[in-house]
Every structure is written in C-alpha cells, then in structure tokens.
C-alpha cells in the first residue's frame, strides 16, 4: 500500500531506508521535544540538524531526489519549518524557472550548493492578494543600468516572507518595475540583503523578524523595507522577460509567467497536505485503538473507542481524503513538471488549466485538511489538547496552507473565472472546445442519477452525479453573472454579486476532479488485495461526499430521497466494512515515530506510560516549587492568613 501511496515501490522502499538510516544518526534526533522548547532554541536545534543534513546528505540520500530531500527533512527537521525552508520551497524554483541560463550559472548553482540562501518576498504589510497593487518599487535608471527599489510608505513593506527575517541573505523580491515612467506591473529580482561575511543587513535595507505566529514557528517570517537601494539591471530576472540596457522592455511569452514560484508550491503543496492530514489521523486512528472508554455490551469489557460509528464516522472519511489528495496531488506534480518542461520550449498552452486546477485544489484541499485534523484531534478527547499529541502543531501548520499562496476564496475565484469561460463555450454551443477538465460541462446530464438502480452501483454512476452537480451549479452560477451583467452591471460588480455562488461551482468541480484522480488510482491498482481495500475506501469516500454536496442533486430531482438513504446506507457499511483495516490504512503511510513527533500516535501504542514520562519531563516539573510560587502566590497565601489572624 505504501507503494500506491508513494506512487511506486522505488520511493517507498528509499523511504524505509532513509528511515532506517537516520534511526542509527541520532545526532540527526530533536534533542528534547519541540513542545517543551523556546522558539528560539527551536530555531537553534534545528539550525544545528540543517548544518548536519547539509554535511551528510549525501550518505543518506540521492540529493538531486527532491522526494528523497523532502522526506529527509520530515524526519529530521519536521513540520514546523526551518530556516531554509524557503530556499528550497520558493528560492530555488523561482530561479529555476525565472532566471536566464547565465543568472543561473552566477546563483542557481550557489543557491543549490547552500553557499547563499534565499527566499521569496512578495507579499507586503499592504498587499498580499492584489499584486497589481503592491507598492514596492524598482524604477529603472538608465544613466546607471540599475535598478532602484524603494518602500515609498508603511505598507509597501515586504510582510511575511518565510525565513527573511534573520536567516536568508538573498531574495528573489517582486516589485512593480517602473521604466521611464511606465509601469510594467509585478516583475521578479534576485536581491542581495545581507552581507554574505558578516550577514549584516546591507545598507538600505531594513529588515527583521514579524514576531510569533499560530504555528510554523521556526521559520522567521520578516519584514523588509528598501531605502533607494539600487541593484544592476541584471538582476531582473530575465529567463521570459528582459530589459535591455536602453530600458526596453521585451515581453514574456504569458502574462503570468512570473507567477511561477506560486504554481510551483501550489502544486507541491497538495501532497504536503495530505501527508499532514495522514499524519493526524494516524495518530488519532492509532490512539482510537488503544484507548477503551464505554461498553457496547454491556456484558463485555470496555471497548477500543475505534469500535464507535461515530468516532469511525469522525475518522475514516478523513482517511479516505488523505489517500484521495495524495492520489491527486501525484496528478498535479506532473502536470506541473510537463508545463515547466513545455514553457522551456514556448508552449505556454498548458499554463492557465495548470493554474485552474491547482488553484481549486489547493484551496478545497487545505480547507478538508484543517477539518480533518481538528476532528482527529477531537477524537483523542482530552488528550488531543494536549501537545503531547502533537495535533495541535499540525493543524497550526497545516491551516496556514489555507491562507498563503493565495487566500482560499479568493483562488477559488481564479478557478471561477476559467470555469464561467467554459460555460460561455457550451451556452455558444461550441462545447467541443472544452479542455479535457471541463468537458463534461458539454455533456448532456440524465435526468436522474442510476444509483441504487444496480445490486453495486459502479464508480462511474457517482462520477456522473458529481458530475450533473458540478455542471448545474456552474451554469448557474455563469447564468447569474451574465443575467446581472445583461441587466447592467460592469462585469466586476457582477462578479462580486455572484461569488459565492461561483466559488460554490469551484469546490464541486475540484471535488469533482478529487474523485476522479481517487478512481483513476484504483483503477491501475493490479494487485486484487489491495484493489479490494482501496475499492472500499474510494466506496467510502463517494458515499461520504456524495451525501455531503447531495442538496443540489436533490433540489433538481437527479437524486431521489430514497437514494440519499441508500447513499447513507452504503456509508454505514463502508465505515464498519473499514474498519478492521483502519490501521493498517494509516500505518501504511509509514510514519517513523521521529517523524511523527506524537506520544499518542506512537507506534507501539505505549501510550499512558509515555504520557506519564512526558509530563514529567515539562520544563515546569524541574523544581517542586517554582519562583512564581515563592514570588507571588506564597506571600498571597501567607497575607491572607495573616489577615485572618
Ligand atoms: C510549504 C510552506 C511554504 C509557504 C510559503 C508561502 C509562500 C507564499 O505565500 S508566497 C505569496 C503567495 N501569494 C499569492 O499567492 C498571492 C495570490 N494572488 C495571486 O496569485 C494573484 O494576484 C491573482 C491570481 C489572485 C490575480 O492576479 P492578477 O495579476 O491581479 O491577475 P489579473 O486579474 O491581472 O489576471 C487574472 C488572469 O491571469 C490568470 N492567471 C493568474 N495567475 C496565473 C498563473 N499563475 N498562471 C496562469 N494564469 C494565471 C488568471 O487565470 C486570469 O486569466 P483570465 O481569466 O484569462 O483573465
Ligand atoms: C504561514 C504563511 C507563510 C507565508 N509565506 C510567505 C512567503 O514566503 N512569501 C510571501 O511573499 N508571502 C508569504 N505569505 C503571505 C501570503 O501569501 C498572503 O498572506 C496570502 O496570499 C493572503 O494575502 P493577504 O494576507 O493579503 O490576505 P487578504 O487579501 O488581505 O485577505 C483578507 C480577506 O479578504 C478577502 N479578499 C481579498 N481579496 C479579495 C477578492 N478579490 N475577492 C474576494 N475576497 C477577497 C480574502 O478572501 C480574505 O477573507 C505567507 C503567509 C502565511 C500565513
């Protein structure tokens, strides 16, 4: 299973060898556990394993894997960041893709080498959504050939960059180039901050920290202001657009070009979430099968809290996701791989459905995510609350992903707009120009759903639901936008009148797509073990978001109430058809108890002996008594009995 999972038993296998591996280093182990750090000895220890992981990488894994790296860094450094995590996750693939084939020969190689690092500075205190209006500036000088960047005010600061605040020397920074008085909209430089001797801001930067954040606290997320700091005009990068030296601009051949370094992690970030996802729910799953509260007999002892409908109702349609999302974040990385491939030739065909899909998923997989792991942290009970669980970290981390890289409602509005093109094409009856993700908006819907008309419904009878569902709600939606815009409205205040129900449009096309990654997977699976389980857990999945979005097939009549009941029906039966498999399910991810970093969700199922330890080892349990009790509450205490002598 771990082979499905990792798309291939070559990668599932390096992974249990990397395991192993670091198993034997433990140099390469948290010193103590992170909860019971500071964020500042956080960031010291894992400065310490970065250094390690730089010196021995190459005894551990093939460096040019990027798989190989990210699981490397999961064991050693884990969730919470570290400070090159914008190096390899922005940095890197900003220079990849944007930098010329000399620019990369003077950073990619050294950036590679980690003799700089760098990150990706972009969003300001002002602006994070609208980079049309981002207010830092780089106005050309001609005389000189340099290119001038300025914080005119407050805002235009650079806000929220990971790790620019005191590990990064260099960034690929994004301002609004400024030629001869014209403004060419956001462009992307590569920025020397620091010094790279003595890492001292270079003069005309202003720079630091943002201060604590929810979670993801070893990264230092920064700020930074320039004071007309001037770089040379080859430092734009110049792979797609160029500026000549007497300020002429060359276009790149796609507008958005430059927005690369986001579809990247967009892209990437898909399998991110579902491993984060997976991580919960192992714990949760594991602990649910060592915890015993309740009979549901009676006349036998207390039960495993997993024998529970509700606490499996609470839990395996989350694991069904996280295998859907890792089945379908494999799907985006290689797209993306084949549109970074085709833009190096000028194919830029590809580049707006790439940008549609990821932007659809990231948004509806970072919203399931969140849910997901707070349900798996509500199933530990009380001691889910506790960061001897760890889920709380995760969760932290993992509803960032809901905001960065694009606000979620907002990019569910991008994902919008290339659905309301398509159904222009269908309501000009020109369907057959529909890309192969939206084809089905051409497609004529039955007039009611098939399921539960056959003894076992097959998965395309539920495909076809999601599909009438996803269908009417888009042409709906597209409906409304040009009824307000026929009625007079600008396209934008139309727009705004009908985004929820276009965003409604965008979550059911990518759950849409979800599913159909998921019985995509399923369908290439050879061997029938395996088959068989995964069958079940996509039968659980489909049942389980079915009955979730069913409103909209029961409005129209595609969906019966009868129907929604055997719906129901099947999830039951699904839940308790799981059930003895559910952990195996999660085991199969794989997780090393280093990488999970949860006492609950140990492997071993230990669990009330390592809490005792763990509780033990809290920083506060070092003296009897501490000196806020000597400082404050014992003279409290004696005051008051004297008070009543
Ligand atoms: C692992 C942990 C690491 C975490 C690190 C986190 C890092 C970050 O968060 S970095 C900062 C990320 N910031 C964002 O994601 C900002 C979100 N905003 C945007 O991406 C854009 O501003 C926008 C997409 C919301 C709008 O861009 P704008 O330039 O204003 O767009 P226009 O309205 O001018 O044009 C829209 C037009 O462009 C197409 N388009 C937009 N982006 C892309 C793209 N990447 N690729 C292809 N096409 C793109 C879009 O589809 C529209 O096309 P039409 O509908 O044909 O007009
Ligand atoms: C953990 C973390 C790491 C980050 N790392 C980086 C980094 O490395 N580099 C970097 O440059 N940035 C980074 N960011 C910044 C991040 O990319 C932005 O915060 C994000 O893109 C959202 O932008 P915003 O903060 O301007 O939100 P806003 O746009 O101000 O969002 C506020 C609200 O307004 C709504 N809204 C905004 N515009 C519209 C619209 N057009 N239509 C409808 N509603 C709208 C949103 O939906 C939201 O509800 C990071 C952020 C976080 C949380």
Not at 399 to 423: D, I
Not at 512 to 535: G, H, N, Q, S
Request: glycine residues 6%; contains cysteine.
């Amino acid at each position: 299973m771990a082979a499905q999972i990792y798309s291939g038993e070559k990668y599932a296998s390096r992974r249990r060898e990397i395991s192993a591996n670091l198993a034997k280093r433990p140099e390469f182990h948290d010193s103590k556990p992170l909860p019971f750090m500071t964020r500042e000895e956080k960031i010291l220890e894992s400065s310490r394993k970065l250094t390690l992981i730089s010196k021995h990488m190459n005894e551990i894994i093939d460096p040019s894997d990027k798989r190989e790296l990210y699981h490397l860094n999961c064991e050693v450094l884990g969730i919470e960041g570290n400070p090159m995590a914008l190096h390899g996750d922005m940095f890197i693939p900003a220079l990849t893709a944007q930098a010329s084939d000399e620019q990369q020969e003077k950073w990619l190689s050294r950036a590679l080498r980690r003799e700089i690092i760098g990150t990706y500075a972009q969003t300001e205190l002002g602006h994070g959504t609208n980079l049309r209006k981002l207010e830092t500036i780089a106005t050309y000088d001609v005389d000189t050939q340099e290119f001038v960047l300025h914080t005119p005010q407050i805002t235009a600061l650079k806000w929220w960059p990971g790790n620019l605040g005191k590990s990064s020397n260099y960034a690929v920074v994004v301002a609004l180039m400024i030629i001869k008085g014209k403004n060419y909209g956001p462009q992307t430089f590569m920025v020397p901050l620091r010094d790279e001797k003595t890492h001292q801001p270079l003069k005309g930067i202003t720079i630091g920290d943002i201060g604590p954040k929810l979670a993801y606290n070893i990264v230092d997320n920064g700020f930074l202001g320039f004071d007309h700091y001037r770089i040379p005009r080859t430092n734009l990068l110049m792979r797609h657009t160029r500026v000549e030296p007497d300020g002429t601009f060359v276009k790149p051949p796609h507008a958005k070009i430059n927005y690369s370094a986001m579809v990247h992690v967009r892209s990437y970030m898909i399998t991110g979430q579902a491993i984060m996802l997976a991580y919960a729910l192992t714990i949760a799953t594991r602990y649910s099968s060592v915890r015993r509260q309740g009979q549901i007999d009676t006349t036998q002892p207390e039960v495993k809290v997993l024998e529970y409908q509700t606490q499996q109702h609470r839990l395996f349609p989350s694991i069904a996701r996280a295998y859907a999302f890792v089945f379908a974040g494999a799907e985006t990385v290689r797209l993306y791989e084949r549109v970074l491939q085709e833009v190096e030739t000028g194919n830029v065909s590809l580049m707006a459905d790439l940008h549609a899909l990821t932007s659809g998923l990231k948004s509806v997989v970072t919203h399931q995510t969140a849910q997901g792991i707070e349900q798996a942290r509500m199933a530990c009970g009380g001691h889910g609350y506790s960061q001897a669980s760890y889920i709380s970290e995760i969760f932290g981390v993992a509803v960032g992903g809901c905001t960065y890289e694009g606000e979620n409602l907002v990019m569910l509005q991008q994902l919008a707009r290339y659905l309301v093109k398509s159904a222009g094409l269908v309501q000009a009856g020109q369907s057959s120009k529909l890309g192969p993700l939206v084809a089905y908006l051409g497609a004529k819907s039955d007039s009611t759903s098939l399921i539960d008309r056959t003894p076992t419904p097959g998965f395309a009878e539920y495909v076809k639901t999601f599909q009438h569902i996803a269908r009417k709600q888009t042409l709906k939606a597209a409906q409304k936008l040009f009824g307000f815009m026929e009625k007079g409205d600008t396209r934008e205040v139309a727009w705004n009148k009908s985004t929820v129900e276009l965003n409604r449009a965008s979550r059911l096309h990518t759950r849409l797509y979800i599913v159909e990654a998921f019985v995509r997977r399923v369908e290439e699976v050879a061997d029938p073990r395996l088959k068989e389980v995964l069958t079940d857990l996509l039968r659980l999945h489909v049942n389980y978001e079915l009955l979730d979005v069913a409103a909209y097939a029961l409005e129209d009549g595609f969906l019966s109430s009868s129907q929604l009941d055997y719906i129901r029906e099947q999830l039951y039966f699904y839940l308790a058809k799981i059930r003895p498999n559910a952990v195996s399910l999660v085991d199969s991810w794989e997780f090393s108890d280093r990488e999970l970093r949860s006492v609950l969700g140990r492997r071993d199922g230990n669990v009330y002996e390592n809490l005792f330890a763990w509780a033990k080892a809290s920083p506060l349990n070092k003296t009897d008594v501490l000196p806020s009790v000597d400082k404050y509450l014992k003279p409290l205490m004696e005051s008051a009995r004297a008070s009543k002598l």
